[in-house]
């Protein structure tokens, strides 16, 4: 089984959201459809089933690796370069 090799480098605690919904999506005119917390530094971008996938962007020109969905009731963290949940 893969395992994350990013986890152990997130700050502690993690960072607070630095929005309250993904500023490129309220910037473009599009509406997020699930909200993503990068958590590494606290940007919030939309899903890849939102249409411009702010999230994903996000971590292609920062190279943070580990986002956390920011939905209520959902915990699940994602490693954008292993590929695996965290």
Do not use: N, Y
């Not at 958590?39 to 580990?66: M, Q, V």
């Amino acid at each position: 089984m893969k395992q994350c090799t990013h986890a152990d480098a997130l700050p502690h605690p993690a960072p607070e959201p630095l929005s309250e919904t993904c500023l490129e999506c309220l910037a473009a005119g599009t509406d997020p459809v699930h909200l993503r917390l990068c958590l590494e530094c606290g940007h919030l971008g939309c899903c890849d089933s939102s249409p411009l996938r702010h999230a994903t962007e996000h971590f292609k020109e920062s190279g943070h690796a580990i986002m956390r969905s920011f939905e209520p009731g959902e915990s699940w963290r994602w490693c954008f370069v292993d590929h695996v949940l965290v």
